[in-house]
T-cell receptor, first 117, second 114 residues
Framework: NAGVMQNPRHLVRRRGQEARLRCSPMKGHSHVYWYRQLPEEGLKFMVYLQKENIIDESGMPKERFSAEFPKEGPSILRIQQVVRGDSAAYFC???????????????FGPGTRLLVL | AQSVTQLDSQVPVFEEAPVELRCNYSSSVSVYLFWYVQYPNQGLQLLLKYLSGSTLVKGINGFEAEFNKSQTSFHLRKPSVHISDTAEYFCAVSEGLGNEKLTFGTGTRLTIIP
């Protein structure tokens, strides 16, 4: 049973370019979360999606960042016109839908390390 | 709003000695609590979680944690550490159904000294 897959693992972009980060959840998981980890910091929540639906985007910057989780295919985190401050590790997590009234465990992928030159 | 405090950014411990990594949280509602471990250049792996029930939670790799509601703490412990425990440890909270996002602490780097 493959875990959460993220690609690319490393991504280098010049200022002003676009970055596309992909996340394939574990089999049977329909919920996806994106987190960002800046150097020497903990992870910060960005967005929570279900298939074709954004549930919570309270952690997303208002501009240049967007996320989607289509009916088919991976979830995509898109950063337009990247700046040096976007350099970070971006982690995706997935979970099953909640059952029995309990929150399901979030399983994390290996992350995409974005470097903006 | 919820928050998590991990006061110790780095903890050096001799091999086979016990260790405690501290975690305190604040929230206006009941919370779920988690400890994750991150090995270099890897993603996060769940060590253990508290959802309800017994306040002493046992996890993988010999770790355990105790939920203390009055002190709003969820400290992680291991009676005897191994070199392979060298990693970054993150405490996290969520407010459960309807607000599943995790709020993380800044992490504690555990270094095992041979």
């Amino acid at each position: 049973n493959a875990g959460v897959m993220q690609n690319p693992r490393h991504l280098v972009r010049r200022r002003g370019q676009e970055a596309r980060l992909r996340c394939s959840p574990m089999k049977g998981h329909s919920h996806v979360y994106w987190y960002r980890q800046l150097p020497e910091e903990g992870l910060k929540f960005m967005v929570y999606l279900q298939k074709e639906n954004i549930i919570d985007e309270s952690g997303m910057p208002k501009e240049r960042f967007s996320a989607e989780f289509p009916k088919e295919g991976p979830s995509i985190l898109r950063i337009q016109q990247v700046v040096r401050g976007d350099s970070a590790a971006y982690f995706c997590a997935s979970s099953r839908p909640p059952v029995k009234g309990y929150q399901e465990t979030q399983y994390f992928g290996p992350g995409t390390r974005l470097l903006v030159l | 709003a919820q928050s998590v405090t991990q006061l110790d950014s780095q903890v050096p411990v001799f091999e086979e000695a016990p260790v405690e990594l501290r975690c305190n949280y604040s929230s206006s509602v009941s919370v779920y609590l988690f400890w994750y471990v991150q090995y270099p250049n890897q993603g996060l792996q769940l060590l253990l979680k508290y959802l309800s029930g017994s306040t002493l939670v046992k996890g993988i790799n010999g770790f355990e944690a105790e939920f203390n509601k009055s002190q709003t703490s969820f400290h992680l412990r291991k009676p005897s550490v191994h070199i392979s425990d060298t990693a970054e440890y993150f405490c996290a909270v969520s407010e459960g159904l309807g607000n599943e996002k995790l709020t993380f602490g800044t992490g504690t780097r555990l270094t095992i000294i041979p």
